[in-house]
């Protein structure tokens, strides 16, 4: 009785506990957040100061080159060139960093590996809206903060005499314009316009200060410019001094409008240079938003640890223990996974970007200057990523800043006539694949999130997925994105329909049934490139599949990943997927293989491909809903598993805690929504997939002023308490693998109970999830099989996925019908043709499918002395012979690279022939390292082993002609000859101006031409 007594008094406190929760003050959940994970590893987050999704990201610079360096910042450097007021969170691309401030002492210095410091980790620390360190080379302590518009340093100058303030706009990216004015010694203004990702950015600023300079000199290409106050051009820096100066403050208001817009941002969010106060109001602001989802007990606490590591019994009865050595001090599991979180969920507030002023102004993708009316305008919208966790959690979470970005996407189109893809201050970018602006309107409208023109954000989707770029025309005229006609295709055609289930979705919301039929037949594109017979999303070439094919390669097809993490990118549709595979068990046998198969990465080196478990790869993001599919098999449990694992492996709480780039908020928006339990697969689903609540209890305060709390009391009970063992919904049994968003919103409690062992009973009992499209259904796209070119007669085969279609074809050229021959058996192909494939079920056709097999002379063959690139292998050893041409875009195929050799091959014509000249075709694409042969040569012999040089071509084109295009090597011969040699030269090392000076640069070949 006692026991039950002391039960019943626990349930109660809990119980009153979670009564008042709302009715609590705000908790202090900043002390929890750790600025510096993600900036080691490839995590490229920045450790500065800034307000939740604030215009200013004011932090140190310490890396300007390489990837690593995309921030600016990288927790490995000890050197910090200074500290700037713009930076991007966790992107695979560099750019911002904009209007570097440097104290200094000494005599002023403008390069910047002159007046650049060391500094030590241990004198670093970060907080949300803070930052410090101490420049040792000047004994200068730094501190840092941020209002939304504007940044404020501290720098304290430690007795110093005289100490120096460097400003340099030339810091980081190319400089298109720039110019600084000294208005009086207490306030200097300024611009730069500079082109890197972003092509054209414009940063006006404002900067104030607390002492007055006592002088000043401003540089214009690092040469002092006596007695002007101010200086306009493409290197300018200047430097001001002061007596005395102790401690001063620099406060800087930023606009891409104007240095007037600048000003107004400053004096409005920064009246006074009290820095204690800017400090407590970013605090402050990063709590507001920190608690909106609160959370406690995520692991036993250590004394529990230490009584189950000693064996501590609550009846009394400890089993002996052997007398060790001093124990180590027990993790705090349940204090790492709330930093853990609150970093997570601080980086999901820290991006997008406030681009509008105070007034509302802003520069827009038109390059012209706006007025945002009503809602406020934001840039770095990293879509491609954020649109499966990070938008889903704020449309929980921040519904009006929601509301916000919705608007921002259709002044976009309103200014440009397409939507967001990837906006960067008043570029469009055109980063990453996809149109995914439109599932965030979609999930948004879906969820509630309703006050903006639907009807005009309707025709803009419409407008983004049928204009004739990225090879969407291709996708809309053969139901698949060639990968002949266009690189990534098989990532494009998938994310184009995905956002085209989208826009289904919305037509259905907004009454418009034919284009609901238009576009749910569109969304199930996916099965024009998903294999059947290997289960793999393989990209379409020729007709037929993408040869010579490797799940683990790559390459071109794909964006950033490969076939197996592409394979169950149909979150629209993922029964259809486990039907195309042969059913659910087949698509539980097919995720068991992604996530235990000891096979390597192949093909070309990709950065981002990272965070393996097998070949999942968690560190991009394709990967991300993978681990919940298994809620849609007879083996739900694996979910809990895998999320677990993936939660506990690919994230920590140490500098280099984010398995890959954080992008803008996706990895940590996973790390929050799975913590939660709860994960929305498929924007414009209403689903959340249920997985295994991280924390005892988690509230989320909702904007309605509702909470919703979901608990998991067996987290503090044992860290391997991994799988769920029942569930209640306001106290009453819950039996669904799913929670509904209105369950969420309306408020109330979820309850988990979890235990180490997985109940498969239980969980095969639960209503699964719905991902399925029964509308419209398509016949999928057949395929047609065999070698693209041919010296001897071939037999092609045609197929098709539905085992139920007919399939018929031609040979003539016409587009085949129910009334042309029914495929029954393979085609014999003896000359050039072309074939044409249609299959039909239930009086539905697929799209035609058309491929060309082409005779090629059998009179020459070829030997590689220097062997080719795997991984641009093209056709193969007979490529180079073969007659087919590629084009200016080398990714979609039919180039042969060469690296780090010349090309060097020979002809066999079989006996000696009169040769009027020969052609050697090749490409140049700079930028992607590969430049035309500095001289191609070609010997002669009649025996194979006695050459002759008979000719040799030098280019006509240099390498610093950046455009991708072609060149033919064409040389008159007129002599005899069996064996012809062709050496193409290197070009050697990347030149200076190169980004990748020094790296080897490439040969692509496409054909040898002998006449």
């Excluded at 930023?254 to 400053?266: F, H, P, R």
């Excluded at 390459?555 to 059913?583: C, H, I, M, R």
């Excluded at 590629?886 to 990714?891: K, L, Q």
């Amino acid at each position: 009785m006692k026991l039950v007594f002391r039960g019943a008094l626990l349930l109660t406190g809990l119980f009153l506990a979670s009564a008042s929760f709302a009715q609590k003050k705000k908790l202090d959940l900043a002390k929890f957040v750790d600025p510096f994970i993600g900036t080691g590893g490839h995590g490229h987050t920045y450790p500065g100061a800034v307000l939740p999704f604030g215009m200013v990201q004011l932090s140190p610079d310490t890396r300007l080159e390489g990837w690593d360096g995309c921030s600016g910042y990288h927790y490995t450097d000890t050197v910090v060139y200074g500290f700037s007021h713009t930076h991007l969170s966790g992107t695979g691309i560099p750019d911002l960093c904009d209007v570097l401030f440097m104290p200094t002492t000494g005599e002023p210095q403008f390069k910047n590996t002159d007046y650049r410091s060391g500094f030590k980790k241990k004198n670093e620390n970060a907080s949300p809206g803070y930052y410090h360190t101490l420049l040792d080379k000047y004994n200068i302590e730094v501190e840092l903060t941020a209002t939304a518009h504007a940044g404020v340093h501290k720098y304290d100058y430690n007795g110093a005499k005289e100490g120096n303030i460097i400003i340099d706009l030339k810091h980081r990216d190319e400089v298109l314009d720039s110019w600084i004015e000294v208005v009086n010694d207490h306030e200097i203004r300024g611009f730069r316009r500079s082109k890197s990702w972003a092509t054209d950015q414009h940063v006006y600023f404002y900067a104030k200060f607390s002492k007055p300079f006592k002088s000043y000199s401003i540089a214009l290409n690092d040469e002092l410019q006596k007695g002007k106050s101010k200086v306009e051009g493409k290197n300018i820096k200047m430097f001001i001094r002061f007596d005395d100066p102790g401690s001063v403050i620099s406060k800087v208001g930023i606009s891409s409008v104007s240095t007037e817009g600048a000003l107004k941002n400053l004096d409005t969010e920064v009246s006074d240079f009290d820095f204690k106060k800017v400090v407590k109001a970013a605090k402050l602001a990063w709590n507001d938003e920190l608690n909106k989802i609160q959370v406690e007990g995520g692991a036993p606490s250590t004394a529990s640890q230490n009584e189950m590591a000693s064996g501590y019994s609550p009846y009394g009865y400890n089993r002996p223990t052997a007398r060790t050595k001093k124990q180590q001090p027990q993790v705090n599991y349940a204090k790492e996974k709330q930093v853990m979180f609150y970093t997570a969920l601080y980086h999901c507030f820290s991006a997008p970007s406030l681009y509008s002023d105070v007034d509302g102004q802003y520069r827009g993708l038109d390059n012209k200057t706006h007025k945002a009316e009503g809602f406020n305008y934001y840039t770095a919208f990293s879509l491609w990523d954020t649109y499966r966790a990070e938008n889903p959690l704020l449309n929980i979470i921040d519904r009006k800043r929601t509301l916000d970005f919705i608007k921002t996407f259709l002044a976009v189109y309103e200014q440009g006539g397409v939507l967001p893809i990837w906006p960067l201050a008043s570029t469009e970018t055109y980063c990453m694949v996809g149109n995914h602006s439109i599932p965030v309107i979609v999930d948004a409208y879906a969820k509630g999130i309703r006050d903006f023109n639907a009807e005009e954000a309707f025709t803009a989707m419409k407008a983004a997925v049928n204009r004739k770029q990225f090879g969407i025309d291709n996708y809309v005229q053969t139901g698949a994105v060639q990968s002949d006609v266009e690189h990534e295709s098989a990532a494009k055609t998938l994310d184009y329909a995905i956002d085209d289930w989208c826009i289904a979705q919305m037509a259905k919301m907004l009454n418009k049934p034919d284009d609901y039929k238009t576009y749910i037949k569109r969304a199930q594109y996916w099965k024009n490139i998903h294999n059947n017979q290997n289960g793999f999303m393989q990209a379409r070439e020729n007709g037929g599949w993408y040869a010579p094919f490797e799940p683990t390669e790559i390459n071109n097809n794909y964006t950033e990943g490969n076939a197996w993490q592409y394979s169950f990118l149909v979150p629209q549709d993922v029964e259809g997927l486990a039907k195309s595979l042969g059913g659910a068990d087949k698509l539980e046998g097919k995720l068991d293989e992604l996530f235990t198969t000891s096979s390597k990465l192949s093909g070309r080196q990709q950065d981002d491909v990272t965070g393996l478990i097998g070949q999942y790869a968690h560190g991009n993001e394709p990967s991300h809903h993978i681990a919940y599919l298994y809620n849609f098999t007879n083996a739900s449990y694996k979910t809990q598993y895998y999320v677990n694992r993936i939660l506990r492996e690919q994230y920590s709480a140490q500098p280099d805690g984010l398995s890959g780039n954080e992008d803008c908020g996706q990895m940590s928006a996973w790390y929050v929504m799975s913590s939660l339990g709860l994960y929305n697969v498929m924007p414009g689903q209403n689903q959340f997939q249920i997985t295994l609540p991280q924390f005892e209890k988690i509230v989320l305060n909702l904007e309605s002023g509702k909470t919703f709390t979901i608990s998991n009391p067996g987290a503090i009970v044992n860290r391997n308490n991994l799988y769920i063992q029942g569930m209640n919904l306001n106290k009453k049994s819950y039996s669904k693998l799913y929670l509904n968003y209105d369950d969420l919103t309306r408020g109330g409690d979820f309850e988990v109970f979890s235990g180490t062992l997985a109940n498969k009973l239980f969980m095969q009992d639960l209503e699964k999830p719905t991902s399925k499209i029964t509308d419209e259904l398509i016949v999928p796209n057949p395929y047609i099989t065999g070698s693209k070119t041919f010296k001897q007669p071939i037999t092609v085969e045609i197929g098709c996925a539905d085992a139920d279609a007919k399939l018929y074809y031609t040979t003539d050229g016409s587009n085949p019908t129910a009334q042309s021959t029914l495929y029954t058996k393979p085609v014999p192909v003896a000359v050039t043709t072309t074939i044409k494939a249609v299959a039909i079920k239930d009086d539905k056709s697929s799209f035609v499918d058309e491929a060309n097999f082409k005779k090629i002379r059998s009179d020459i063959s070829i030997s590689i002395i220097n062997k080719y690139l795997p991984n641009y292998a093209a056709q193969g050893d007979e490529t180079l012979i073969n007659g087919i041409h590629g084009t200016a875009n080398w990714r979609i195929g039919n180039w042969q690279g060469y690296q780090g050799k010349d090309v060097e091959v020979v002809l066999d014509m079989g006996k000696v022939k009169p040769v009027k000249q020969v052609s050697f075709s090749a490409l140049q694409d700079s930028p992607s390292w590969i430049i035309f042969p500095k001289t191609v040569e070609y010997w002669l012999s009649d025996d194979g082993r006695n050459y002759k040089l008979a000719a040799g071509v030098n280019t006509k084109i240099a390498p610093d002609s950046l455009e991708p295009q072609t060149q033919e090597y064409t040389a008159p011969i007129g002599k005899n000859s069996r064996y012809i040699k062709v050496i193409a030269k290197q070009f050697g090392p990347l030149p200076e101006w190169h980004e990748s000076n020094g790296s080897p640069s490439y040969i692509f070949a496409d054909k040898i031409t002998v006449e």
